[in-house]
T-cell receptor
């Protein structure tokens, strides 16, 4: 069974540019999560989807971050415009439902110059 | 609100020595507890979990953790470590109705020959 797929694995952009990350969860997993992991820190939740509905986006900086999961399967996280402080690893995870074990993708490492 | 404290940011140890990575959590409700491992430039992999039942849980590669409700701890142990165990280990908790994972800051285990 394929795991959580993320692309790209690495991205380097200049500040003020837009950037997008893509995630395809494990087949059959209804819940999808986006996490931000800063250097030396544990992951922090940005947004959680139950199917296509964002049920918890309280930690998503909505002035520059947006996310969508239109058909309840894969998801895109966007930053526009990117700032230097956005340099981090963006992790996607999925689970069969809330409170179930979460499985993580390899992450996208973003560097903003 | 739930929180997770990993008391040691770095743990150096010699190969074949025992190791304990400490984790304490705070939650007023029943919890699910997890240990994830992150190898360099990779995503998080589930190592083991406690959902209910026996308080001692084991992984397939020799790690074990014990849920101690009175001490609100979930320490990770291995009686004899290998070089390949060098990685960062994250303790995490799900508590409450939201089902969101709350991570500690991680412990870097460095196994030396």
């Amino acid at each position: 069974e394929a795991g959580v797929v993320q692309s790209p694995r690495y991205k380097i952009i200049e500040k003020k540019q837009p950037v997008a990350f893509w995630c395809n969860p494990i087949s059959g997993h209804n819940t999808l999560y986006w996490y931000l992991q800063n250097l030396g820190q544990g992951p922090e939740l940005l947004i959680r989807y139950e199917n296509e509905e964002a049920v918890d986006d309280s930690q998503l900086p909505k002035d520059r971050f947006s996310a969508e999961r239109l058909k309840g399967v894969d998801s895109t996280l966007k930053i526009q415009p990117a700032e230097l402080g956005d340099s981090a690893v963006y992790l996607c995870a999925s689970s069969q439902s809330g409170r179930e074990t979460q499985y993580f993708g390899p992450g996208t490492r973003l560097l903003v110059l | 609100a739930q929180s997770v404290t990993q008391l040691d940011s770095q743990v150096p140890v010699f190969e074949e020595a025992p190791v304990e990575l400490r984790c304490n959590y705070s939650s007023s409700v029943s919890v699910y507890l997890f240990w994830y491992v992150q190898y360099p430039n990779q995503g998080l992999q589930l190592l083991l979990k406690y959902l209910s039942g026996s308080t001692l849980v084991e992984s397939i590669n020799g790690f074990e953790a014990e849920f101690n409700k009175s001490q609100t701890s979930f320490h990770l142990r291995k009686p004899s470590v290998h070089i390949s165990d060098t990685a960062e280990y994250f303790c995490a908790v799900i508590g409450g109705s939201q089902g969101n994972l709350i991570f500690g800051k991680g412990t870097k285990l460095s196994v030396k020959p």
